[in-house]
């Protein structure tokens, strides 16, 4: 029986040939792909001439690939698509893959060959882009363990074991926790304050799953609005309680002792290394540098946002009065922060709504690529999908070259994860003269469209999905040498540079004439509301912004010390959030044990980059300002020093190749109204 995974792709464009694959074949695929990519490992290993930039270094880079392409579907599938043999068969794999990466990393003869190398670095005559290979390869040896005698090296197989199942089991406990909860409401007057799009929403889930009256979830296109909109404030405190309350409940699906399982094998993992705290360990390879320097940027901010968030919170408390509220909780939080927004600027976003169909705002952002980036986007058929929602596109540039292919998902399912991420099935990279371009996807959970009603985009979700494609963009104008080196694969806290800035056309009003058009009359969006946009968007950014650190505090607290002593999630927590919490705490609930960024995810030691990037994105936003918002110099400068640059260089050095200077933060706090 031929395994499709394991042969070539002679699909369209050597896109994933998804109507092909079968679940059953990813395990022995993986198998495969793994004992091939050893062989290609040996060939380097066993070479008997002096190792070289190009025989070790480049040949390496190069190596794997099949296991890369299979991993991605798969991995990619886990997120957007699961289910439970394909979460059983994660499990399997994981440890399969990190025991082989530890092979490669621990391989002494192979690390011998490239510390050689790295050695006469000096001599060599390398370019840039070669350098970074060289420096990324060697540590990644070190970090994982190179230098470390025989007993040690094994200790270090055993952790990774573990905290690659564990963080598998921490995201599938918040998956079926998210799952595990509804709300049916039968009586309609439970329903009132909801927008007309919500009910009919719940109405179809109810239908769905069979059950008379209305259904409301723990995923986000569901619980957002009844948080934000329900007058009914027990039904309000119930759903948020659910949702707060995940991976905390001491029964099958706890998080608590996973926590502290993940952060302890963390710490003992940094100590082997040589390293005070796992988050000394995670930021030697960031722009921030060390865990001082970040929890220094998120103290000063705090300072800054202090007085604006308790300023903010205030007029929230004045308002809930009027209703009688004495106690200000978490589930009045959106709830009165929507009424008080309704107030100052009169605007919903059921008002802006009508003006974002989806359709009508993908265009944009495609327009908007064009008009910055030459790029065109065409909407194709004649490539495999993992579902039938998914959409997907041909993109190429002015003079009709192929760039990427792009893949984009947006509705909510059962299988997927909550919240949206951009994410590739295939990197770009140069090779024997060909430029092979790279296939981008984004996955969103957007409103989904009704009966009556097509998709319309709450502005959030504008700004989300703008969010994800900026990051799409990264990936689709890659334009490297080396694979992991390409398009996203920069430090951590600069990632989000690409992604935070392509927000901003979303306020502007030359970009909104572009696609914010009425689903119904066509009528653009009027000034007054984009004034009115503007002005909010400042709204609540004191409580916005304490929020935030919060959360990168929390992340600091978990990963830059000694977790030996901590015992209890919850009193730990409660300690760490205690300068950035303005609501009582809810004592069922706790926010670690769902902290998907941190346990699951690769954020550990990295909440705080998305300060930071908004700090670099704001900065650089200016330039576009200064000089026109579509000015496509400036674009070009972008794309040129950043966009399609990825990990060539050290990122300060691409920031003022662009830029002609540093960042500085002054262009966020004034953005923010901080100060
Ligand atoms: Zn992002």
Same mark, same amino acid.
């Given at each position: 029986?031929?395994?499709?995974?394991?042969?070539?792709?002679?699909?369209?464009?050597?896109?994933?040939?998804?109507? *092909?694959?079968?679940?059953?074949?990813?395990?022995?695929?993986?198998?495969?792909a793994?004992?091939?990519?050893?062989?290609?490992?040996?060939?380097?290993?066993?070479?008997?001439?002096?190792?070289?930039?190009?025989?070790? /270094?480049?040949?390496?880079?190069?190596?794997?690939?099949?296991?890369?392409?299979?991993?991605?579907?798969?991995?990619?599938?886990?997120?957007?698509?699961?289910?439970?043999?394909?979460?059983?068969?994660?499990?399997?794999v994981?440890?399969?893959?990190?025991?082989?990466?530890?092979?490669?990393?621990?391989?002494?003869?192979?690390?011998?060959?490239?510390?050689?190398?790295?050695?006469?670095?000096?001599?060599? @005559?390398?370019?840039?882009?070669?350098?970074?290979?060289?420096?990324?390869?060697?540590?990644?040896?070190?970090r994982?363990?190179?230098?470390?005698?025989?007993?040690?090296?094994?200790?270090?197989?055993?952790? @990774?074991?573990?905290?690659? *199942?564990?963080?598998?089991?921490?995201?599938?406990?918040? /998956?079926?926790?998210? #799952?595990?909860?509804?709300?049916?409401?039968?009586?309609?007057?439970?329903?009132?304050?909801?927008?007309?799009?919500?009910?009919?929403?719940?109405?179809?889930?109810?239908?769905?799953?069979?059950?008379?009256?209305?259904?409301?979830?723990?995923?986000?296109?569901?619980?957002?609005?009844f948080?934000?909109?329900?007058?009914?404030?027990?039904?309000?405190?119930?759903?948020?309680?659910?949702?707060?309350?995940?991976?905390?409940?001491?029964?099958e699906?706890? #998080?608590?002792?996973?926590?502290?399982?993940?952060?302890?094998?963390?710490?003992?993992?940094?100590?082997?290394?040589?390293?005070?705290?796992?988050?000394?360990?995670? /930021?030697?390879?960031?722009?921030?540098?060390?865990?001082?320097?970040?929890?220094?940027?998120l103290?000063?901010?705090?300072?800054?946002a202090?007085?604006?968030?308790?300023?903010?919170?205030?007029?929230?408390?004045?308002?809930?009065?009027?209703?009688?509220?004495? *106690?200000?909780?978490?589930?009045?939080?959106?709830?009165?922060?929507?009424?008080?927004?309704?107030?100052?600027?009169?605007?919903?976003?059921?008002?802006?709504?009508?003006?974002?169909?989806?359709?009508?705002?993908?265009?944009?952002?495609?327009?908007?690529?064009?008009?910055?980036?030459?790029?065109?986007?065409?909407?194709?058929?004649?490539?495999?999908?993992?579902? @039938?929602?998914?959409?997907?596109?041909?993109?190429?540039?002015?003079?009709?070259?192929?760039?990427?292919?792009?893949?984009?998902?947006?509705?909510?399912?059962?299988?997927k994860?909550?919240?949206?991420w951009?994410?590739?099935?295939?990197?770009?990279?140069?090779?024997?003269?060909?430029?092979?371009?790279?296939?981008?996807?984004?996955?969103?959970?957007?409103?989904?469209?009704?009966?009556?009603?097509?998709?319309?985009?709450?502005?959030?979700?504008?700004?989300?999905?703008?969010?994800?494609?900026?990051?799409?963009?990264?990936?689709?104008?890659?334009?490297?040498?080396?694979?992991?080196?390409s398009?996203?694969?920069?430090?951590?806290?600069?990632?989000?540079?690409?992604?935070q800035?392509?927000?901003?056309?979303?306020?502007?009003?030359?970009?909104?004439?572009?696609?914010?058009?009425?689903?119904?009359?066509g009528?653009?969006?009027?000034?007054?509301?984009?004034?009115?946009?503007?002005?909010?968007?400042?709204?609540?950014?004191?409580?916005?912004?304490m929020?935030?650190?919060?959360?990168?505090?929390?992340?600091?607290?978990?990963?830059?010390?000694?977790?030996?002593?901590?015992?209890?999630?919850?009193?730990?927590?409660?300690?760490?959030?205690?300068?950035?919490?303005?609501?009582?705490?809810?004592?069922?609930?706790?926010?670690?044990?769902?902290?998907?960024?941190?346990?699951?995810?690769?954020?550990?030691?990295?909440?705080?980059?998305?300060?930071?990037?908004?700090?670099l994105?704001?900065?650089?936003f200016? +330039?576009?300002?200064?000089?026109?918002?579509?000015?496509?110099?400036?674009?070009?400068?972008?794309?040129?020093?950043?966009?399609?640059?990825?990990?060539?260089?050290?990122?300060?050095?691409?920031? *003022?190749?662009?830029?002609?200077?540093?960042? #500085?933060?002054? +262009?966020?706090?004034?953005?923010?109204?901080?100060?």
């Open positions: 029986m031929t395994n499709p995974l394991l042969q070539d792709f002679n699909t369209n464009y050597q896109t994933a040939p998804f109507s *092909k694959i079968n679940i059953k074949h990813f395990k022995p695929a993986f198998e495969k793994i004992a091939l990519a050893k062989t290609e490992i040996d060939f380097i290993v066993n070479n008997k001439a002096k190792p070289t930039f190009q025989n070790t /270094l480049e040949e390496l880079e190069f190596t794997g690939s099949k296991l890369d392409r299979i991993s991605s579907i798969f991995f990619n599938l886990n997120s957007a698509e699961t289910n439970d043999e394909i979460q059983k068969i994660a499990q399997e994981s440890p399969m893959l990190s025991g082989f990466a530890n092979d490669i990393t621990l391989n002494e003869k192979l690390f011998q060959k490239i510390k050689s190398v790295y050695n006469q670095k000096d001599n060599l @005559d390398l370019n840039n882009e070669q350098q970074m290979l060289l420096d990324k390869k060697y540590k990644a040896f070190v994982n363990g190179a230098n470390l005698n025989e007993s040690d090296k094994i200790k270090l197989r055993e952790i @990774d074991k573990n905290l690659s *199942k564990l963080s598998l089991q921490f995201g599938e406990n918040v /998956l079926a926790e998210t #799952n595990g909860f509804e709300l049916v409401i039968t009586d309609k007057k439970k329903l009132t304050g909801l927008p007309e799009g919500t009910i009919e929403a719940a109405k179809m889930l109810a239908k769905e799953k069979q059950v008379e009256g209305w259904v409301f979830t723990l995923d986000y296109p569901s619980y957002i609005p948080m934000t909109y329900a007058n009914d404030r027990d039904l309000r405190e119930k759903i948020s309680h659910a949702f707060g309350s995940r991976a905390f409940q001491n029964n699906n706890d #998080n608590q002792k996973i926590v502290l399982q993940i952060v302890n094998l963390r710490h003992e993992r940094a100590n082997l290394l040589g390293y005070n705290s796992h988050a000394h360990y995670v /930021l030697e390879e960031r722009m921030a540098e060390t865990p001082n320097k970040v929890t220094t940027f103290n000063d901010l705090l300072v800054k202090k007085p604006a968030a308790k300023k903010d919170f205030q007029k929230i408390i004045d308002l809930a009065k009027k209703d009688g509220i004495v *106690k200000m909780q978490k589930w009045d939080s959106t709830y009165y922060a929507e009424k008080l927004k309704k107030d100052l600027f009169n605007l919903d976003d059921e008002q802006l709504k009508p003006y974002f169909k989806l359709e009508n705002v993908i265009n944009g952002v495609f327009t908007i690529a064009g008009k910055l980036y030459g790029l065109h986007f065409k909407e194709i058929f004649d490539i495999d999908k993992y579902h @039938d929602e998914v959409k997907t596109y041909k993109v190429t540039d002015e003079n009709d070259e192929l760039i990427a292919v792009f893949y984009a998902d947006f509705f909510p399912r059962k299988g994860r909550n919240g949206a951009m994410t590739s099935y295939k990197n770009q990279w140069r090779k024997d003269g060909e430029n092979s371009r790279p296939h981008i996807s984004i996955v969103c959970n957007f409103t989904k469209p009704t009966e009556t009603k097509p998709s319309l985009l709450t502005f959030n979700e504008v700004t989300t999905l703008f969010h994800e494609f900026g990051h799409a963009l990264h990936g689709m104008l890659a334009n490297t040498t080396y694979p992991s080196l398009g996203t694969h920069v430090y951590w806290d600069f990632v989000e540079l690409p992604s800035i392509f927000e901003n056309w979303c306020y502007q009003k030359e970009a909104l004439n572009l696609f914010a058009k009425h689903y119904k009359t009528e653009v969006i009027p000034m007054e509301l984009i004034k009115k946009i503007k002005d909010s968007s400042n709204f609540l950014e004191g409580m916005a912004t929020r935030q650190l919060s959360f990168g505090l929390l992340d600091m607290a978990w990963h830059g010390q000694n977790p030996k002593e901590i015992n209890h999630v919850k009193d730990f927590e409660i300690k760490a959030f205690s300068d950035t919490q303005l609501f009582p705490d809810v004592k069922e609930n706790c926010m670690s044990t769902a902290f998907s960024h941190i346990f699951q995810g690769g954020y550990s030691s990295g909440y705080y980059s998305y300060k930071w990037a908004e700090v994105d704001a900065d650089a200016e +330039a576009f300002q200064e000089n026109g918002i579509f000015d496509k110099e400036t674009a070009a400068k972008f794309k040129n020093n950043i966009l399609s640059k990825g990990g060539t260089e050290k990122p300060m050095e691409l920031y *003022k190749n662009f830029r002609g200077k540093k960042p #500085n933060a002054n +262009a966020l706090l004034k953005r923010a109204g901080l100060i």
